[in-house]
C-alpha cells in the first residue's frame, strides 16, 4: 500500500504560507518605495533580527568572561568585535526608520514620531553599548589593559534586546510562553554575570 508523499492539509499551509510572504515582501516594498520605511515584521526582518540576537549572545556571554578571567584580546577576534559593533550601530540607523504599531494597531508612518519614539525607549541604552568608547583608552596602554576591557562591559546593555526579540509590535503583553522564555534568559544572563563578577572579586583580592 501507497501513502501519498504530501497531505493534501499540508499542501494547503505551504500555499497559504506562499501568500502570506507574497503579501508581506508587496508591504514591505510599498512601505520603501513611497515612505523609505521597514515594516516592523515580516520573515526577512525577522531572520535579521534573530542574527542580531545570536551576536548579542556572543558578546554579552563573551565580554564578561574576557574581564574577569583576563582573556587577552587577539587581533582578529578583536576586529570581528568591532565588525559586530559596526552591525548593532547599521541597526541604530535602520530603528530610525522600522515602523510600529501605536496602542489603536494602526501603523504609524509618521517619521518624526518613529524617531521619538525610539529615542523615549531604547536609543540611549544603544548608543552607550554600541559606540566604541574604548578607543579614547588605546593610548594608556593598548587594548589588553582592565580599563580597555571594563569599558567594552557596556556592551551587555544589548541584553535588552531580549525584549524586543519576544515582544510582539502593538501588543501589550508577553503571551506566558515568551514570558517564560525572557524570565530564562534573563536569570542565565545574570547569573552568568554574577559568577564573572564573583571570579574577578576573587581573583583581585588574592592578588592583594
Not at 75 to 99: E, H, K, N
Not at 108 to 124: C, H, P, W
Not at 172 to 188: D, E, G, I, P, Y
Amino acid at each position: 500500500m501507497r501513502f501519498p508523499r504530501r497531505l493534501p492539509g499540508r499542501k494547503a499551509r505551504s500555499a497559504a504560507e506562499e501568500d502570506d510572504a507574497d503579501v508581506e515582501r508587496e508591504i514591505a516594498r510599498r512601505l520603501w518605495s513611497n515612505h523609505r520605511l521597514l515594516p516592523p515584521t515580516n520573515r526577512f526582518h525577522d531572520r535579521i533580527r534573530l542574527v542580531m540576537y545570536l551576536l548579542m549572545l556572543y558578546v554579552c556571554f563573551y565580554v564578561p568572561m574576557q574581564v574577569a578571567f583576563e582573556i587577552d584580546y587577539p587581533v582578529w577576534q578583536l576586529a570581528i568585535d568591532y565588525v559586530i559593533d559596526l552591525l548593532f550601530i547599521v541597526d541604530m540607523f535602520f530603528m530610525f526608520r522600522t515602523t510600529f504599531y501605536n496602542s489603536d494597531q494602526e501603523l504609524v508612518l509618521d517619521k518624526k514620531e518613529i524617531a521619538q519614539s525610539y529615542m523615549d525607549t531604547r536609543f540611549y541604552i544603544d548608543l552607550l553599548a554600541n559606540i566604541p568608547w574604548e578607543l579614547c583608552t588605546l593610548g594608556e596602554g593598548g587594548y589588553n589593559t582592565t580599563l580597555f576591557k571594563g569599558l567594552r562591559m557596556l556592551r551587555f546593555l544589548r541584553i535588552a534586546r531580549i525584549w524586543k526579540l519576544h515582544h510582539v509590535p502593538g501588543e501589550k503583553r508577553m503571551s506566558q510562553l515568551q514570558r517564560v522564555r525572557a524570565t530564562l534568559a534573563w536569570f542565565l544572563f545574570s547569573t552568568h554575570l554574577i559568577g564573572c563578577a564573583w571570579w574577578g572579586i576573587g581573583v583581585a583580592e588574592y592578588r592583594e
